[in-house]
């Protein structure tokens, strides 16, 4: 044990740092208070250090960011996710700044993004005709399959994404408004269904999501079993 010269407290040898194979003479916690009181009394100096050190040593600091991402990713993605689904004006404003800014990468961007769309659905599987497209699109007319609002224009969604492996095919493809589907995008669809409540009872002459699902899943079997 030794005494800590600062608060005075009897700590453990592994409490205080090593200066020249020695422990220091206060313990880490007084330490890390005497460091923290000293930067903000003048951060300036150390936050100088720190952005030459980034221009002396850019490989280091790629390896340092890599290393962290790879530790933090996925609490990084989910407040991500959250500041995202919160501020939806923002982040339109914020990618449409960057397009206005940068028009022929956002240009190459999206050409790229949607190959590699293409490339994963055809990887995935694609089985349905355009007469089955055709059929699910119009079962709930002009209404979101979702948040059951009437819209101009539908579109269709891979209940499972594609990026987690949804394939092409009646029993994952849900019709939905536009706006439904971006904001669903790539999230688990379970997550969806609970972030917005669409499991909810509807009333008579109603059915859920994963029940049209169900329906138009064996519906095309028995066509095709018929044919």
Same mark, same amino acid.
């Given at each position: 044990?030794?005494?800590?010269?600062?608060?005075?407290?009897?700590?453990?040898?592994?409490?205080?740092?090593?200066?020249?194979?020695?422990?220091?003479?206060?313990?880490?916690?007084?330490?890390?208070?005497?460091?923290?009181?000293?930067?903000?009394? &003048? *951060?300036?100096?150390?936050?100088?250090?720190?952005?030459? =050190?980034?221009?002396? +040593? @850019?490989?280091?600091? /790629?390896?340092? %960011?890599?290393?962290?991402?790879?530790?933090?990713?996925?609490?990084?993605?989910?407040?991500?996710?959250?500041?995202?689904?919160? &501020? *939806?004006?923002?982040?339109?404003?914020?990618?449409?700044? =960057?397009?206005?800014? +940068? @028009?022929?990468?956002? /240009?190459?961007? %999206?050409?790229?993004?949607?190959?590699?769309?293409?490339?994963?659905?055809?990887?995935?599987?694609?089985?349905?005709?355009?007469?089955?497209?055709?059929?699910?699109?119009?079962?709930?007319?002009?209404?979101?399959?979702?948040?059951?609002?009437?819209?101009?224009?539908?579109?269709?969604?891979?209940?499972?994404?594609?990026?987690?492996?949804?394939?092409?095919?009646?029993?994952?493809?849900?019709?939905?408004?536009?706006?439904?589907?971006?904001?669903?995008?790539?999230?688990?669809?379970?997550?969806?269904?609970?972030?917005?409540?669409?499991?909810?009872?509807?009333?008579?002459?109603?059915?859920?999501?994963?029940?049209?699902?169900?329906?138009?899943?064996?519906?095309?079997?028995?066509?095709?079993?018929?044919?």
């Amino acid at each position: 044990m030794k005494s800590c010269r600062k608060c005075h407290e009897q700590k453990p040898a592994d409490g205080f740092y090593l200066i020249r194979g020695k422990p220091s003479y206060q313990c880490k916690e007084c330490q890390k208070a005497y460091v923290k009181g000293r930067y903000l009394a &003048n *951060p300036d100096p150390v936050k100088d250090r720190a952005k030459q =050190w980034e221009i002396d +040593n @850019p490989e280091r600091l /790629k390896a340092r %960011k890599a290393e962290y991402y790879a530790r933090t990713s996925d609490a990084a993605k989910s407040r991500a996710r959250k500041w995202s689904e919160s &501020n *939806p004006e923002k982040r339109v404003a914020i990618r449409a700044s =960057w397009v206005d800014r +940068n @028009p022929d990468l956002a /240009k190459f961007s %999206k050409k790229l993004s949607g190959g590699r769309r293409r490339k994963k659905i055809k990887e995935n599987g694609v089985n349905i005709t355009h007469e089955q497209l055709d059929a699910i699109m119009s079962l709930f007319g002009d209404t979101c399959a979702y948040c059951w609002k009437l819209v101009d224009e539908m579109t269709i969604d891979h209940f499972v994404p594609v990026a987690a492996g949804g394939k092409t095919e009646p029993g994952n493809l849900v019709p939905c408004c536009r706006s439904c589907n971006s904001k669903k995008s790539d999230m688990p669809p379970e997550d969806w269904m609970r972030k917005i409540g669409a499991e909810d009872v509807r009333g008579d002459g109603y059915f859920t999501v994963h029940q049209f699902l169900e329906i138009s899943r064996q519906v095309f079997i028995k066509c095709e079993e018929a044919a």
